[in-house]
């Protein structure tokens, strides 16, 4: 257990439905972040929040909506997804800035399967 | 265009013996690299990482080089043991948003350690 926790583990959602993913930390952290891990290919960063102000938003479609309401929670509301939004999705945390601070913390991620 | 790559997407390696896993970048703006870890069903940990302004790093069994020219890093494992089986993933920073770090990861070799 490192420290960030996400739920839920598993998330099984027809295209129609509304569901969010929820993170939190109580390190300390000042920035958080979200990724996306799909089959063979690199972790995606999508969204990076520092100090809960969202500073990075890669060209990630408006079907996914981050919420930050404070620097320990971090939240991934998901709607009218498609089949291939599929994926391990996965919390970081980190604080401050600087080389010794590149280590993110992932949380166990939440393996989301669309039907 | 994938800044950061693993070309090979498995390994497989005899208990005891070396593991070498290799991973190449194209940005040299990147000045920090890092080697996460991932197992089944939890997310990435954090191995070792390594600046730019050095050519080799170790901790234990695990060794990354980097070669600047060459725009290369490798993490060595010795001797290998069968807990090593796992993803692992390499990561470059360099790119500060604001006070958080942007990584950008490879897509991970699958290293399998037989006994």
């Known amino acids: 257990e490192t420290g960030v926790t996400q739920t839920p583990r598993h998330l099984v959602m027809g295209m129609t439905n509304k569901k969010s993913l929820k993170c939190e930390q109580h390190?300390?952290?000042?920035?958080m972040y979200w990724y996306k891990q799909s089959a063979k290919k690199p972790l995606e960063l999508m969204f990076v929040?520092?100090?809960?102000?969202?500073?990075e938003n890669n060209s990630v479609p408006s079907r996914f909506s981050p919420e930050c309401p404070n620097s320990s929670h971090l939240f991934l509301h998901l709607h009218t997804l498609q089949p291939e939004d599929s994926a391990l999705y996965l919390c970081?945390?980190?604080?401050?800035?600087?080389?010794?601070?590149?280590?993110?913390?992932f949380g166990s991620g939440t393996q989301l399967s669309v039907l | 265009d994938q800044q950061v790559k693993q070309n090979s997407p498995s390994l497989s390696v005899q208990e005891g013996r070396i593991s070498i896993l290799n991973c190449d970048y194209t940005?040299?703006?990147?000045?920090?690299f890092l080697w996460y870890k991932k197992y089944p069903a939890e997310g990435p940990t954090f191995l070792i990482s390594?600046?730019?302004?050095?050519d080799k790093n170790e901790d234990g069994r695990f060794t990354v080089f980097l070669n600047k020219s060459a725009k290369h890093l490798s993490l060595h494992i010795v001797p290998s043991q069968p807990g090593d089986s796992a993803v692992y993933f390499c990561?470059?920073?360099?790119?500060?948003?604001?006070?958080?770090?942007?990584?950008?990861f490879g897509q991970g070799t699958r290293l399998t350690i037989n006994p």
């Open positions: 390190l300390g952290h000042n920035a």
């Open positions: 970081a945390s980190s604080y401050d800035r600087g080389p010794t601070n590149e280590k993110l913390l």
């Open positions: 940005n040299s703006m990147f000045d920090y």
């Open positions: 390594i600046s730019s302004i050095k």
């Open positions: 929040y520092n100090f809960k102000e969202q500073t």
């Open positions: 990561a470059a920073s360099g790119v500060e948003i604001q006070g958080a770090q942007k990584l950008v």
